[in-house]
């Protein structure tokens, strides 16, 4: 009853004041859970995005659209769908920006969105089973599947001379996606995995975990898990036993929480996240002028994200939720002016005088068929207690 009452009260803080004439947008991600260092940033992102339109003047004929916060626990699939539910029939948004990870994005948009024929742009639910979902054409995200990341981090691995690994990840569907992604890829590159075990989010005590792990006989780690929750259990339970040479991340792993509460433990991890393309660096100049972390993990896909909803507002000469649909893939894919980070005014303009875009964005957006992207991996490696760019991949 207390976390229910708590989730409530701050999912109303969050939201941002709105008014009867406002065009809205649900930003729904995981305000609280395993991945709630990141969401603030994500939402900023995103909410970046949305001032831009409305300061500009140009969104249909001079309107503003803000976005309205709701809590999808990253991990509880009913309170998301109770959280979407309310967005989309009590606040009456016009599309959605999220949800964050992929269990929670799946029942959204299966049990929600979907029926209820409103977009969704995930800018970090990166399962490969989202790639299949019936979505009728309302499901797309910015973020690559892990269909992909599987392969990057197993050749990066190979870069590294990396050919034995210990892997452990959290026990659900993004998970699982890319444990076996990851598994195929590295197996395939001639590499071996000694043992591969799901373990659990929100345990006080990760020892019998890592005793299992080490006794592999690996010396390196992969964990693919939740910055906030078991994926960190699991790195400090082996640092406390001295059970592993290295650890080997993925993107759920990734921000500046873990480095803070692990320090100089933790040099020498390696790491993939999405982002590093061309628009890269002028969209980390852009936030930072703003006050938004350009550079945190998912905000650059969150602000693409949430751009593409608006773009896709004015193509359509309206916020109906069908008519957004509609306009997705027009203004993410050629032909058209390409688009750049900070300059969603141009192109709000160009689509009222009747002409096309081609939204780049922060991330080089380009959907395929079923509305997702490529992208590209960020290699990181942890060096000096600092997250270090070591190459794009």
């Not at 990066?156 to 001379?161: F, K, M, P, R, Y």
């Not at 197996?187 to 659990?200: D, F, K, M, Q, R």
């Not at 507002?313 to 939720?321: F, N």
Request: glycine share 12%.
């Amino acid at each position: 009853m207390k976390k229910t009452l708590l989730t409530s009260i701050l999912i109303t803080w969050l939201s941002a004041p709105v008014f009867a004439d406002d065009i809205k947008v649900g930003i729904i991600l995981g305000f609280t859970g395993p991945i709630e260092s990141l969401t603030p940033d994500m939402a900023s992102g995103a909410e970046l995005a949305l001032a831009e339109a409305s300061e500009s003047g140009n969104l249909l004929g001079g309107q503003n659209v803000v976005g309205v916060r709701a809590d999808s626990t990253c991990v509880d699939a009913a309170a998301a769908s109770a959280a979407a539910e309310r967005l989309i029939t009590s606040d009456n948004v016009a599309a959605i920006m999220g949800a964050d990870c992929s269990g929670v994005t799946t029942a959204i948009a299966n049990n929600v969105a979907v029926p209820n024929g409103v977009v969704m742009v995930s800018p970090s639910a990166t399962s490969p089973a989202l790639s299949t979902i019936d979505d009728n054409g309302f499901f797309f995200r910015t973020s690559p599947s892990d269909a992909r990341q599987g392969q990057v981090l197993a050749d990066i691995l190979s870069e590294h001379g990396i050919t034995d690994v210990a892997v452990t990840y959290t026990n659900n569907d993004y998970g699982k996606g890319l444990d076996e992604s990851f598994r195929s890829a590295f197996e395939a590159s001639g590499g071996s995995i000694s043992i591969s075990a799901a373990h659990e989010d929100g345990k006080a005590d990760y020892s019998a975990e890592v005793g299992a792990l080490a006794a592999s006989g690996s010396t390196h780690l992969a964990v693919f898990g939740y910055i906030d929750q078991g994926g960190k259990g699991i790195i400090q339970a082996s640092i406390d036993a001295d059970a592993f040479e290295n650890f080997i991340l993925a993107d759920g792993m990734v921000g500046e929480s873990i480095l803070e509460a692990l320090g100089s433990d933790l040099d020498g991890a390696i790491a993939t996240l999405p982002g590093g393309a061309s628009g890269a660096d002028a969209f980390i100049e852009y936030a930072n002028s703003k006050g938004v972390k350009g550079d945190g993990a998912f905000v650059p896909e969150s602000y693409d994200a949430a751009s593409l909803i608006v773009l896709a507002m004015q193509a359509a000469g309206s916020a109906d939720r069908e008519a957004i649909q509609a306009a997705m893939m027009s203004v993410a894919n050629a032909p058209g002016e390409e688009i750049a980070p900070g300059e969603l005014g141009k192109a709000l303009q160009i689509l009222a005088d009747g002409g096309e875009v081609n939204y780049q964005g922060a991330t080089n957006v380009e959907f395929n068929e079923v509305g997702e992207v490529f992208g590209s991996y960020k290699e990181l490696e942890v060096g000096e207690g600092e997250w270090k760019t070591i190459k794009i991949h």
